[in-house]
């Protein structure tokens, strides 16, 4: 029997709106909210850095969460998805500039970037056709879709997560089937045809 | 591995995770495909499409990837987060203001937004240690020299403004009257500035009094704070 810790609850749309008014108390929410969360997540993602940049990643990303607030469109993602785009933008800054990013001075040159909204271009014929592909696809495959495509997670971290018994392979396996499906599908629809090249067929 | 097996999110999680719920064979009984993998040109598309936010699937991975993560933040760690976040907020409630709304529209004459001129003239002073009560012995250092010190919120930002730029004192000077002019003609500004502030009783235009109250309320603000 696993027994489940007692969590607080904060409502999600409420904290949205601390943060906008910039209500000094949704710090401490949005702390105990991502922090973990975040945490974890850049351990997984971030392995190839040291504790200390991934810390200075989690840090920026939940101010960049305070600062692009206005920009977050709960259409497009939950605030959790959101943050998370913002931890994976600090660890790659990090990782092309090491030694410029862990001070004040990231304020100085870096412009902000919302990695889910910025510079998105408006939605093609072919991004259409394999997002509505993608709802054919059961649940289990969207979400595994989406952990490795949009959160950019590895067999192992996935599995991590799960924890034992799950084995990184088991994930490997079912995203080749999912893989595969996508070549089928994609195959037969006119608009993405042509993605599919001789090593899909 | 599942919490609650009747909650969808953790079917979907279960059925990822090759877990057999009665429902369905599990992922692991499926023969796996001998086909190749997708080619990089339906991988990058696939990376470009729009996943939807609200779908179970969405939810059960973010229930997922908040799993493990039960840890306690240290209290250094916390301490240091809500520095960070308390002067991300403060910004916030700093921004709701007619002038500033105006200003963040507002360019400098390389291009770069005012608000934005703002953050690196805040950010130069802390990287110097001048925190925003500092007095005005440290500031002098700043601006290495001194002077006749006529506005001590117009010294600041023309101290860390030097710093930032690399120009010379007097050039810096120049360099941020250059941009205060540009704004002399600015009739929203204008408006806001009438809106939100008085006119100098020295002369200046409203649109310099806005400018330098936008300026100067980074620093008055924050030492409210704090």
Redesign the interface.
């Known amino acids: 029997m ?1 027994l ?2 007692r969590r607080t609850a904060v409502d999600e749309a409420e904290l949205i709106a601390r ?6 108390s ?3 929410a ?2 105990s909210v991502l ?3 975040l ?3 850049s351990r997984k993602i971030g392995g190839d850095l040291g504790d200390f940049e991934r ?1 200075v990643a989690v ?1 920026n990303a ?2 960049r969460v ?2 692009r ?1 206005d920009r977050f469109d ?5 605030l ?2 959101w943050a ?1 785009s913002f931890v994976r933008n600090e660890l790659n800054e990090l990782r092309r500039s090491p030694r410029e990013i862990p ?6 040159d870096r412009p902000i970037t919302d990695p889910l909204t910025d510079d ?2 408006p ?1 093609s014929p ?2 259409t056709a ?2 509505a592909l ?2 054919t696809l ?3 495959d ?6 490795r ?3 950019k997670l590895g067999f192992d971290e996935i599995a ?4 034992p ?2 084995r990184a392979d ?1 994930m490997r ?2 995203w ?2 999912v ?2 499906k ?2 089928r599908l ?1 195959r037969e629809d006119p608009d ?1 045809r042509r ?3 001789e ?2 067929k | 591995v599942t919490e609650n097996p009747t909650d969808p999110t953790e079917e979907i999680l279960a059925d990822l995770a090759g877990v057999d719920t009665g429902d369905a064979p599990s992922a692991d009984a499926e023969e796996v495909s001998p086909e190749p993998a997708v080619s990089r040109a339906l991988e990058a598309l696939l990376a470009r499409t729009p996943l939807p936010a609200d779908s179970q699937a969405a939810v059960a991975v973010d229930k997922l990837l908040r799993r493990g993560s039960e840890r306690r933040v240290s209290v250094e760690r916390r301490k240091k987060l809500m520095a960070a976040l308390d002067a991300a907020l403060a910004e916030r409630r700093r921004d709701t203001g007619p002038i500033q709304s105006v200003l963040r529209s507002r360019r400098y004459s390389d291009g770069t937004p005012l608000s934005d001129v703002a953050v690196r003239i805040r950010a130069e002073l802390r990287r110097v240690g001048a925190t925003l009560d500092v007095d005005v012995d440290t500031l002098r250092e700043i601006e290495n020299g001194g002077g006749e010190i006529l506005d001590t919120s117009v010294m600041r930002i023309l101290a860390a403004w030097s710093v930032i730029s690399g120009l010379p004192k007097a050039a810096a000077r120049r360099s941020y009257s250059d941009a205060v002019a540009g704004l002399a003609d600015d009739a929203p500004l204008r408006a806001a500035a009438g809106a939100d502030i008085h006119e100098d009783p020295g002369g200046a235009s409203p649109a310099v009094v806005a400018f330098t109250a936008f300026l100067d309320s980074l620093f008055t603000h924050e030492t409210k704070e704090n």
């Open positions: 696993r489940r810790r943060i906008k008014a910039g209500d000094k949704a710090a401490s949005l702390i922090t973990t969360e945490d974890e997540y810390e840090e939940m101010t305070v600062e607030i709960p259409a497009r993602a939950t959790h998805t998370r001070t004040d001075a990231r304020e100085l998105e271009p939605p072919e991004t394999m997002a993608v709802l059961s649940q289990a969207q979400a595994l879709l989406r952990l495509v949009l959160e991590q997560y799960f924890g018994p799950v088991t396996k079912r080749e089937r893989q595969t996508i070549a994609a993405l993605y599919i090249t090593e899909d």
